[in-house]
């Protein structure tokens, strides 16, 4: 079994969409919209690590090797403007789709554990996911264009 | 007082002192008595067909003219809007157009000043710079922004320049600041903009709830209309959810004042107890929306005990209101600014349709919402894509409604410039900030007052490599920053049509001519088209129209089909009677007094001007959810829970602001300051604030306040009570161009931020703090010098001398930068 694992990854990568959404924030504050809501989305994400660590300890740990390591950080540029906006919500939203997956992953394999919290867990928080992933995906489709063709 | 002949000055009342007029009570549709309000300054030789442009009633009005001078109006009896009245600003506010300081000529900036240019200097100078800046930084440098006063000719003109010649998404007009959030709140729920019902509804209603709309100020006629069914027959309840005591708030039979930012608090809280008291239509709601056990989900978390903690309103009072919208069988609900401009203005303003729809009180006599907007045009920026959608209230990210565009316009979809969502103006500011956005043109908006942080838009508007283009009547703040100014017509002075908040479509037509070489917005706008050489594919002229009525036929074809539909309308319709509500076509050819009848709305994926969005995170809905769950004609209940707002009153900042209007002004004062008697019933800033707070910081009426947030500082007289504690109300007109004063400006203090959802800016809630202060120094030297001239007892010349030496005193020497306080003259948005 390597659920455990599966869960620490989740909780990593959480931990770190978490710390993405704060640097969007702090680096383009210049859209207060979008740093209020990527600030409120970052708590969603380190609610969620927090809440995957009742589950982590349910389950023993397995015999893979140490995942964590395999599994390269994603970083924003952190450079402002809006060339670096579309960069930064680009690393965002491969951290968003991941964590997505996951979710899903785990939603699965709740249920074939028949581990009914775990399974409402994910219905739950996974639906969290897919509302950070919408919202990265539309702050992309805004600032693409100006920020690629015309920005400095 | 038809055909009376006037030897002099002549008013049918004194609108100032008694704004609303004599009671004319009344019950039932198409009863309400006929009251012709007039003012004339002299006999009229002449009357022209109008309406009003002081706010969006759409009174019908006649202009009197004498020897081609406007000289009277008088209102339009067989107009069903106003059956003859007009409001204070109606009466006065026309008087502005012959102010001595209208723009007469074009100005082109040489060097630190802006000199007199001929027409072909000045064109030639913009569209050279345009082409420039489009060929070598592209047309995404290039941005439009409008006012709310325009007429739909001029609008769909400037659309079809701004997104199919130019081709850029920059577009956007100043109903971004006032009513985008009703807008939006309308796509949330009905799927499109349309305001669902129409005032006759006020004709025969149960109960009139007001949230956020300071309509007795704001919509002078429409509450006269509402007083009059107060006082008739079988007078409607009336309750008013508005954090000061407005006129409106004591005439209320239930008035709540909850903190700034609480809105959807409160409103959760009274769908929690209407839905508790199982007053709820589930017939209606069974076969017209989706979305019922979500939003009872959320509400039921909005206990009234609840409520108060967040809100501050009573428990009791909460009751009380649920008890009315709960029991009454039919509502109307109007919706203004204290929603529109507080944080989560589009899901408080969603959860005023959620009381209709789960009560069932849509679509029939008494029942509608009326999310309002506020400028007399504001609805036709809408409809013809100069905020936020597509022309006819079509859906950017639905390729067949591009298509139907582009073919209409005989272009390639892809010059369409609908890759992704219109550019709010909020976006445009980042945008030149940061060197992207180079040319931004301003027709009859004054966004150097109107924005909020005034600190930030100056330095914007003042940005080395930013040319701004100002195309208004006046020398206004921002033309102070143009590099190129075009002087235009007002109303009365050109010919156009505008819808009012109900949809009813009204016809101005030209009265008197433009002062100088001034000319109509669309004259100016025709003439950039035909200059730019924009063609479509036939290599005809993209824009094929020469003339307002072109223009109108044009939009004709643009709406037919769509919500909006105007097909059956034209100039000859709409001359000689009283306005005509939109659809108007062949299944409506006398215009649709209510939408919703059948209770279908405009929710088909096929149809609907916006898949809408989340309304915590603003996602929008992609193409693909939305046709999974197409509610083919469904309403959406669309639930929002309570967030509070970032910003909120701590020890440094202990109070709220919120502000406002004040029944004499309109917008920033353009207009209305250039009539002695609405200056003068208003003439300055005022900081309102609580007893329980005046005591506290031992504040007197009058004395001079000091009200500061973390953006900036502003100085006015205080006014005490009608106002809860911890609240303190500044009106938003008053700009900072008068040298007596220093800043007074309301948006020196307001926060940069947004509705997400409708990215209409929070005007409406900051933390402040406030300390008394000195008079400011220019109203200290005028009254030394008035004091003076008492003692000298000089006559008029004297005292014009001393308010010279006063002036130049206020200014220090001259001004550095355009627009600082203590420069400019005090002026603002055009109403057009």
Redesign the interface.
């Known amino acids: 079994m390597h659920i455990r694992a599966y869960l620490e990854l989740l909780q990593m990568r959480e931990q770190q969409l978490a710390e993405a959404l704060v640097a969007l924030a702090e680096d383009h504050a210049d859209a207060p919209d979008l740093a209020a809501t990527s600030r409120r989305l970052a708590r969603w994400s380190g609610q969620h690590a927090q809440a995957l660590q009742v589950f982590v300890g349910r389950y023993p740990p397995g015999e893979e090797p140490d995942l964590a390591a395999a599994v390269p950080p994603l970083a924003p540029a952190r450079f402002s403007g809006n060339y670096g906006l579309v960069h930064d919500l680009q690393i965002v939203w491969l951290l968003v789709q991941d964590v997505q997956a996951r979710w899903e992953v785990l939603r699965q394999v709740s249920w074939a554990l028949r581990d009914r919290e775990l399974f409402a867990a994910c219905e739950e928080l996974g639906a969290e996911a897919r509302r950070q992933a919408a919202w990265v995906r539309a702050r992309l489709a805004e600032a693409a264009v100006q920020g690629i063709i015309a920005a400095p | 007082m038809f055909g009376t002949q006037i030897t002099e000055s002549y008013e049918s009342r004194d609108s100032i002192a008694h704004i609303w007029g004599y009671r004319t009570p009344y019950a039932g549709q198409g009863q309400w008595p006929v009251r012709v309000d007039e003012r004339a300054l002299a006999d009229a030789d002449h009357w022209v067909q109008s309406a009003c442009v002081f706010c969006s009633n759409g009174c019908g009005l006649d202009i009197g003219v004498r020897d081609g001078r406007m000289v009277a109006v008088r209102g339009r009896a067989r107009d069903w809007g106003n059956r003859g009245r007009l409001g204070p600003k109606g009466l006065h506010g026309w008087e502005a157009n012959m102010s001595p300081d209208r723009l007469t000529r074009p100005l082109v900036r040489r060097g630190a000043s802006l000199r007199e240019a001929t027409w072909e200097e000045a064109m030639s100078l913009l569209v050279g710079r345009m082409q420039e800046v489009c060929s070598t930084?592209?047309s995404?440098?290039v941005a439009f922004y409008v006012g709310g006063q325009l007429f739909l000719e001029d609008y769909y003109t400037l659309a079809v320049i701004a997104l199919a010649g130019v081709g850029t998404?920059h577009l956007d007009a100043s109903v971004r600041l006032s009513t985008a959030a009703g807008a939006a709140a309308l796509m949330e729920s009905f799927g499109s903009e349309g305001q669902p019902g129409c005032y006759d509804d006020i004709d025969v209603t149960d109960a009139l709830l007001h949230v956020g709309h300071n309509v007795a100020e704001q919509h002078t006629v429409l509450w006269a209309r509402i007083l009059d069914r107060r006082h008739g027959p079988k007078p409607p309840r009336l309750v008013v959810i508005d954090p000061r005591t407005t006129p409106a708030a004591r005439e209320a039979d239930v008035h709540l004042a909850p903190r700034p930012g609480t809105n959807v608090a409160v409103l959760n809280g009274l769908l929690h107890l209407v839905i508790r008291a199982g007053r709820v239509d589930h017939a209606f709601i069974d076969a017209h929306t989706v979305g019922f056990a979500r939003l009872k989900g959320v509400v039921e978390g909005w206990p009234p005990e609840r409520v108060e903690a967040v809100s501050g309103v009573p428990v009791g009072a909460l009751r009380a209101a649920a008890e009315v919208l709960g029991a009454t069988p039919s509502l109307v609900s109007t919706v203004l600014l204290g929603v529109y401009q507080s944080p989560q203005a589009t899901a408080a303003a969603v959860q005023v349709n959620n009381l209709h729809l789960i009560r069932g009180l849509i679509g029939r006599p008494g029942c509608g919402v009326l999310q309002m907007s506020g400028q007399p045009a504001g609805a036709n920026a809408h409809e013809t894509g100069c905020a936020g959608a597509l022309p006819g209230f079509r859906n950017w990210a639905n390729p067949v409604h591009v298509n139907q565009l582009a073919q209409l316009w005989k272009v390639d979809p892809l010059r369409i410039a609908a890759?992704?969502?219109p550019?709010p103006v909020?976006?445009m500011l980042?945008?030149i900030?940061?060197?992207?956005?180079r040319m931004l043109w301003v027709i009859g908006s004054n966004p150097a007052v109107s924005l909020p942080d005034l600190t930030r838009v100056r330095a914007v508007l003042d940005q080395p490599g930013l040319l701004l283009v100002v195309q208004d009547a006046f020398m206004t703040e921002t033309a102070r920053y143009a590099d190129i100014v075009l002087p235009a017509a007002l109303w009365g002075e050109k010919t156009g049509t505008f819808t009012s908040a109900d949809r009813t479509v009204h016809i101005s037509y030209t009265a008197v001519s433009p002062p100088g070489e001034a000319r109509p917005d669309l004259d100016i706008l025709l003439e950039f088209a035909q200059r730019m050489n924009f063609r479509n594919r036939d290599g005809e002229p993209l824009i094929g129209w020469r003339d307002p009525e072109g223009a109108f036929e044009a939009w004709k074809a643009c709406s037919a089909g769509r919500p909006c539909d105007y097909s059956g309308l034209s100039y000859a319709r709409l001359s000689g009677g009283p306005g005509i509500r939109w659809p108007c076509n062949e299944q409506f050819p006398d215009g649709r007094p209510r939408l919703y009848t059948d209770g279908v709305f405009y929710t088909a994926a096929s149809d609907c001007e916006s898949y809408g969005h989340?309304l915590?995170?603003?996602?929008?809905?992609?193409a693909a959810e939305y046709c999974l769950a197409d509610p083919r004609g469904r309403a959406l209940l669309k639930a929002a829970d309570y967030?509070p707002p970032?910003e909120q009153p701590d020890s440094e900042y202990p109070l709220w602001l919120t502000t406002g209007r004040v029944v004499y002004h309109w917008l920033t004062r353009t207009k209305t300051a250039r009539s002695r008697e609405l200056s003068a019933a208003a003439p300055d800033a005022f900081v309102q604030v609580s007893d329980e707070d005046a005591a506290r910081y031992r504040i007197a009426d009058g004395q001079w306040l000091e009200v500061r947030s973390r953006r900036g500082r502003a100085v006015a007289r205080a006014r005490v009570g009608q106002i809860e504690p911890g609240l303190v109300f500044m009106p938003f007109h008053y700009g900072n161009g008068d040298p007596k004063h220093g800043p007074r400006a309301a948006n020196e203090l307001t926060?940069?931020?947004?509705?997400?959802v409708s990215?209409e800016p929070w005007l409406k809630c900051a933390a402040v703090r406030i300390r008394r202060a000195q008079e400011p120094a220019g109203i200290r030297r005028l009254l030394w010098l008035a004091g003076l001239r008492r003692a000298l007892g000089g006559g008029h010349i004297l005292h014009s001398l001393a308010l010279q030496i006063a002036r130049l005193f206020a200014k220090g020497g001259g001004r550095a930068h355009p627009g600082v306080p203590g420069a400019a003259a005090d002026a603002g948005a055009a109403a057009r």
């Open positions: 930084a592209s995404l440098a998404p890759w992704g969502p550019t909020v976006d980042r945008y900030e940061e060197g992207s956005l989340d915590l995170t603003a996602a929008p809905v992609t967030t970032p926060l940069n931020d947004w509705d997400p990215k």
